[in-house]
């Protein structure tokens, strides 16, 4: 196992980008204009994604430089966004690292067999960085080719990836997870730790090859309870978040459902809070103590509503994002499949005009 603290920092030839309103609304700074990106912008909501993908299995899109790369920029030129996000899957590294787990369509990460035991666990394989060098070759290509575009790296938090290794694939309530969690406490911190290996692993491959921000998904944290993420998934996604930190990008942190979460998430080192729609960004800046940078929040299902609707919420959520040091807007949650994509653009034209 490569000793993290071996990963050293490695500061590439990173681009400036003076002028990027994404990265001087994450460093809390107020830009002439609120910066917008969306979870999820790659994907199915494009005609051009749906295109490229005709019979490429989803994980063989996301070892393909080119083809990542492309993906990548079809929603900044369409769209006009002020980020760009890499085409990748949080089940990327695991792939990568020889964990047999798929993608299938419509459902999402689908493993071969469910991890549930100290064998299972200690089986793991290490991720070594030479096993995500397509990705960093794709970070590579997209760093040429965005000109003043940030671009931001992900990667999947411990307890989300946890629950696709336990559960075995998609889960609404993460029995399994939880029940190991509390009646096997060290073999829970075992895996969570292996896994905060594996997530900070892949982050050093995508910002030592340019990235400009990245964005620690733990999307199903929110079925935790405040008590249970301190004591269980704080402290993993904390040193993922510090194993990064030399790299002086931002750090995004984000999660679903997770209002009663939001202080912890950012004690784990988050620069920026991703905040999901059930929170007013005003109420979470008021939670986060007040000079907290916030990311959010439009529900991603009135995508769906009519335009007057729409507007009005997107001017709801610029307003109350005000009250933050500062704002990038994003949505709740990822951009849904069957979305227009030009109701997204033309969100983009409304919030750069307020
Ligand atoms: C939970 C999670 C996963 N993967 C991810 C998360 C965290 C983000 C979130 O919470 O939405 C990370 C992810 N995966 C993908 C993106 C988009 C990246 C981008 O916009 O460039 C992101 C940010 C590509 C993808 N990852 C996946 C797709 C759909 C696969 C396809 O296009 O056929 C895409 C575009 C597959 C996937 N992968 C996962 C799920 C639940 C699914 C099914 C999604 C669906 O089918 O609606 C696991």
Partial sequence: MPELSSLSVVSPVRRALPGAPFLAAARGERPARVPVWFMRQAGRSLPEYRALREGVPMLDACFDPEMLAEITLQPVRRHGVDAAVLFSDIVVPLRAAGVDVDIVPGTGPVMGRPVRDVAAVRALPVLEPEQVAKVAEGVGLLVERLGETPLIGFAGAPFTLASYLIEGGPSRNHEHTKALMHSEPKLWHELAARLADVAATFLHAQLAAGADAIQLFDSWAGALSE??????????????????????????????????????????????????WRVPLDEAVRRLGGEAVVQGNLDPALLHASWPVLEAEVRRIVEEGRMARGHIFNLGHGVLPNVDPDVLTRVVQLVHSL
Avoid: C, K, N, W
Wanted: cysteine-free; hydrophobic content about 45%; overall charge negative.
């Fill in 227 to 276: 008590r249970d993420y301190r004591e269980f998934v704080l402290p993993h996604s904390a040193r993922v978040l510090e194993e990064v930190a030399g790299y002086g990008v931002p750090r995004i942190h984000f999660g679903v459902g997770t209002g009663e979460l939001l202080v912890a998430m950012r004690d784990a080192g988050a620069d920026v809070v991703g905040v999901d």
